[in-house]
Nanobody, 115 residues
Framework: QVQLVESGGGLVQPGGSLRLSCAAS????????MGWYRQAPGKQRELVAV???????NYAESVKGRFTISRDAAKNTVYLQMNNLKPEDTAVYYC?????????WGQGTQVTVSS
């Protein structure tokens, strides 16, 4: 079983930046992909960015050029650097870890972009 702990959310003005962190523990040896999803009020959860253990990366079209996902294998941590934030980025952001045994989710961290 994998446990995920997220941090780094908050309130930021449009055009600002935030960095989210997600630390994994437990059965981390089985993880082959980690990433970030988000869910805005009244909307379905959607993929933001994912990175595999082979460093293959995928981004949602809406965040390309503004968000960067990275990982520190030694710390079992994945980061999401979010720049030029827009009000439509407001959502609860969830960390996800995928393994052959299933999918694990963090508790979520709120990101609010507002002036």
């Amino acid at each position: 079983q994998v446990q995920l702990v997220e941090s780094g959310g908050g309130l930021v003005q449009p055009g600002g930046s935030l960095r989210l962190s997600c630390a994994a523990s437990g059965s981390i040896f089985s993880i082959y992909r980690m990433g970030w999803y988000r869910q805005a009020p009244g909307k379905q959860r959607e993929l933001v960015a994912v990175i595999t253990t082979g460093s293959t990366i995928n981004y949602a079209e809406s965040v390309k050029g503004r968000f960067t996902i990275s990982r520190d294998a030694a710390k079992n941590t994945v980061y999401l650097q979010m720049n030029n934030l827009k009000p439509e980025d407001t959502a609860v952001y969830y960390c996800n870890a995928a393994s052959p045994y299933g999918s694990s989710w963090g508790q979520g961290t709120q990101v609010t972009v507002s002036s």
